[in-house]
């Protein structure tokens, strides 16, 4: 069953604005993953979390875990254009890694 | 170049047939998986493999059949396509313990 669901669904914003993606899930995990899709390709990956770590950073990227709430957010500081995309929270349940759970996705426009 | 390939980028066929959707990568990765993603739907997990001769089904897996001969590759075949498999498909790989999805580029499936 699905898990991730991110929100807003879409975003739209001026570049060197944040953007800010939220996602809830359901039940207990061992990790969260966000992952970004450009048009017409597959998903590549970003970070990962741990159900143990509350906050984690990457270049422009900072993720949080609130793991009482069940709920993960993304920032991106500074946009670029080149940060247009869709974002996708994927979550592990307890049994493992090899049955992610996404969400249905984040549609993120930056104008220049 | 190292990665993971998809054939064929697009594919048309008409119901009943069989059409076999094909993956390969070259990292020597573990774990391969096949998802379908649908508007309103995210991606879905359809199976999984674990290394060559081990595969595992994920939550929509009616209808589809894998195989895993060799640890590069892992095709994916609709037995007798329908309507409702009209999809993009994403093979992806993973070498194991908690390392991330990598995907490939997606196969765009039209059933007639």
């Known amino acids: 069953s699905q898990q991730g669901e991110e929100d807003p669904q879409a975003l739209s914003i001026q570049e060197g604005e944040n953007a800010t993606m939220n996602c809830s899930y359901k039940?207990?995990?061992?990790?969260l993953q966000w992952y970004r899709q450009n048009s017409g390709r597959g998903l590549v990956h970003l970070i990962l979390?741990?159900?143990?770590?509350r906050e984690k950073h990457s270049g422009r990227l900072r993720v949080t875990l609130d793991t009482s709430k069940k709920s993960s957010s993304l920032l991106i500081t500074a946009s670029r254009a080149a940060d247009t995309a869709s974002y996708f929270c994927?979550?592990?349940?307890?049994?493992?890694?090899?049955?992610?759970?996404f969400g249905k996705g984040n549609q993120v426009v930056v104008i220049p | 170049d190292a990665g993971i390939t998809q054939s064929p980028r697009y594919k048309i066929t008409e119901t009943g047939r069989q059409v076999t959707l094909m993956c390969h990568q070259t990292?020597?990765?573990?774990?391969m998986f096949w998802y379908r993603q649908d508007l309103g739907h995210g991606l879905r997990l359809i199976y999984y493999?674990?290394?060559?001769?081990?595969?595992d089904k994920g939550e929509v897996s009616d209808g589809y059949v894998v195989s895993r001969s060799k640890t590069e590759n892992f095709p994916l075949t609709l037995e007798s396509a329908t309507r409702s498999q009209t999809s993009v498909y994403f093979c992806?790989?993973?070498?194991?313990?908690?390392?991330?999805?990598?995907f490939g580029n997606g196969t765009r499936l039209t059933v007639t």
């Open positions: 493999s674990a290394a060559a001769d081990i595969t």
């Open positions: 979390i741990r159900s143990n770590e």
């Open positions: 992806a790989s993973r070498p194991g313990g908690e390392s991330p999805l990598h």
């Open positions: 994927a979550t592990a349940p307890g049994g493992g890694n090899n049955r992610l759970a």
């Open positions: 990292w020597s990765h573990s774990y």
């Open positions: 039940t207990s995990i061992n990790n």
